[in-house]
């Protein structure tokens, strides 16, 4: 079993390393951002903001458990840092969507 405190403590190393990485979750990433909100804030990770887009949480498959969540938001972060190499993220239909949280400000 996942534990959220010590993922969302390995999203942060991960994130200050190189907050561009944010966008690998794909669908998953407001999920991940609030997670981590959790257990930390803007002062650890300036992307920690309150901005969420709706439109992209609305394309995160429903009806998951948190232990299923949290492995699919894994598997997605694993597939696009694998494969992706800099495109537009994917939902579950295959549809491509832009992921730019103003948080970011990138």
Known sequence: MID???????????LQADPR???LFGVYWYFIK?????YYTQDNLYLLGDYVDKTVIERMP?????????DA???EYQHNFAYSLGRDPTDADGEA??????DADL
């Open 4 to 14: 959220p405190k010590q993922l969302a403590a390995s999203m942060l190393q991960l």
């Open 21 to 23: 990485r944010y966008k």
């Open 73 to 75: 938001a894994i598997a």
């Open 34 to 38: 609030a997670l981590m909100k959790r």
């Open 62 to 70: 429903q009806e998951q458990s948190l232990e299923e969540t949290l």
């Open 97 to 102: 969507f832009t992921l730019a949280d103003q």
